[in-house]
């Protein structure tokens, strides 16, 4: 069974974000993305959806989304948490 609500939320904006990358369908889209990568904020629920070509370009387009998150919020990146590779603090990136 799947828990549709939660209690444990993070309390200010970029204290938590998920990430995520997502492999597409075996044919890649029209413009030849292969991936998704998502960026959740787990206070607001915002989301992120960005498409790749390759894995190898996450890291930069992990720096685009903190950069402009904590730009646009005014705070900073605090934890970062991806479903393989486990909890991040943000002075990794």
Not at 18 to 34: A, E, F, K, M, V
């Amino acid at each position: 069974m799947i828990c549709k609500v939660t209690t444990m939320h993070a309390k200010h904006m970029l204290s938590c974000v998920h990430t995520n990358i997502c492999s597409l369908l075996s044919t890649p889209s029209h413009c030849g993305y292969q991936y998704l990568i998502m960026f959740i904020d787990n206070s607001s629920c915002y989301a992120s959806i960005s498409p790749l070509w390759q894995k190898s370009k996450v890291r930069k387009l992990l720096k685009v989304f903190i950069t402009q998150a904590e730009l646009e919020i005014g705070k900073k990146v605090k934890a970062l948490h991806s479903n393989r590779e486990g909890k991040y603090m943000a002075s990794y990136v």
